[in-house]
Each structure stands twice: as structure tokens, then as C-alpha cells.
């Protein structure tokens, strides 16, 4: 089946930093990919997503790139606040959604 | 609307004891998920179903059992608690039947304390 890695586990940056999480997966079949956030006690909430036919989307300060021949997919987010600060959640699908183990974020004020 | 519920929010069993952890959505939606996050390992699909009557296993079916109520409510059930089943438990919906290629919207979670 479909494995995900995602790195790093834990990412720190400053305020108005850049930060870039990457994923990798396994199945070259999947043509789903969305990144989801979760805040401390909450359930994951999808942030943006992109689909296998296309290689970048922007959503303000947030981009996913795909890279479809390497099989990786990576999420930037740009000018951090103290609000991003949580953990990011990369998945890939095709039959079912596979996760990867996480990014915890911190963004210091 | 209030999207995804679940309860109860936390509960603490013995080993062997049972439990159903109940969901419910009010976004229409056809398909129904129920995932387990431990820690380091992101969220692992249990079962889903892809539409009212239907549910079939995902990547770590084993000591669950599920039941789609209704379109509304999808229900897991675990009949012999292991400590191994230590977990928050979430629930999960999508718009479409059978599409997994879409957003997933998450419940609260349940933490579960197995003794």
C-alpha cells in the first residue's frame, strides 16, 4: 500500500520566516494531495490541496509544489505568524488517504 | 451547522472492557471515516464508508467493528479494549459516495485511555 514520509518532525523559525515541509510517497498511482493543520486539540482541517495533474498552487501565504517524477510533494508557508504555529499533517490518495506522521511547527515571535 | 461531533470527548476503560464511540455529521455528506493518531505516526484509517450502507476496512481494521446508522451517523465499536487501542480516535466525512480524492472534514476527537 501507499507510504508517506514527511520531514522534519519538528520545524522552529522566526516570525516573517519562510517554512517548508516535504513529503514522499511510495504509490505512483495516487493523484491526491492535500495538507491538512491541526491545532491543539482539534481535528485536522485541510489548508490546500493539489491534485496530480497539476505542479503548484497558491493560496495566499501558502504553496504546495508536486513533483509527480520524484514523487514528492512540498508545503511553503511565507512571512510566518505566531498563529501557523501547529502541526501539519501531508497525505496522499488513491484508493483510500494515507498520512504522513506530522510537522510540529513553532514560529517565535 | 455544527460539522463533525463526536462523544464522548474522553473516556477511560479496563482491558476487555467494550465501547462504541458515536459520530455524527450534518453536511450531508455520503461518506464517513474513523482514523486513530498516536503519537509519531500521524492518523491511520480504521474503516470507512463510502456510502450509507456500505463500510469496508482500511489500513488497521483489527478489534473494530463499525455500523453506518444512517447517512448522518457512523458508529465504532470496540468489543474487547486493549491497552494497544490507546488512542484519539477521529471522525471523519467527505461530500461525495466513494471519493476519497476530496477534503475530509475532522470531528473534536475522542481520547481513549485503555487501562
Known amino acids: 500500500g501507499e507510504n508517506v514520509e514527511q520531514h522534519p518532525s519538528t520545524l522552529s523559525v522566526q516570525e516573517g520566516d519562510s517554512a517548508v515541509i516535504k513529503c514522499t510517497y511510495s504509490?505512483?498511482?495516487?493523484?491526491?494531495f492535500p495538507w491538512y493543520k491541526q491545532e491543539l486539540g482539534k481535528g485536522p482541517q485541510l489548508i490546500i490541496d493539489i491534485r496530480s495533474n497539476v505542479g503548484e498552487k497558491k493560496d495566499q501565504r501558502i504553496a504546495v509544489t508536486l513533483n509527480k517524477t520524484a514523487k514528492h510533494f512540498s508545503l511553503h508557508i511565507t512571512e510566518t505568524q505566531p498563529e501557523d504555529s501547529a502541526v501539519y499533517f501531508c497525505a496522499a490518495s488513491k484508493r483510500d488517504m494515507r498520512f504522513g506522521a506530522g510537522t510540529r511547527l513553532t514560529v517565535k515571535p | 451547522n455544527a460539522g463533525v461531533t463526536q462523544t464522548p470527548k474522553f473516556q477511560v476503560l479496563k482491558t476487555g472492557q467494550s465501547m462504541t464511540l458515536q459520530c455524527a455529521q450534518d453536511?450531508?455528506?455520503?461518506?464517513m471515516y474513523w482514523y486513530r493518531q498516536d503519537p509519531g505516526m500521524g492518523l491511520r484509517l480504521i474503516y470507512y464508508s463510502a456510502s450509507e450502507g456500505t463500510t469496508d476496512k482500511g489500513e488497521v481494521p483489527n478489534g473494530y467493528n463499525v455500523s453506518r446508522l444512517n447517512k448522518r451517523e457512523f458508529s465504532l465499536r470496540l468489543e474487547s479494549a486493549a491497552p494497544s487501542q490507546t488512542s484519539v480516535y477521529f471522525c471523519?466525512?467527505?461530500?461525495?459516495?466513494?471519493?476519497?480524492?476530496?477534503?475530509?472534514?475532522f470531528g473534536p476527537g475522542t481520547r481513549l485511555l485503555v487501562l
Open positions: 471523519a466525512s467527505s461530500e461525495a459516495a466513494g471519493v476519497p480524492q476530496e477534503t475530509q472534514y
Open positions: 453536511m450531508n455528506h455520503n461518506s
Open positions: 504509490d505512483s498511482a495516487s493523484n491526491y
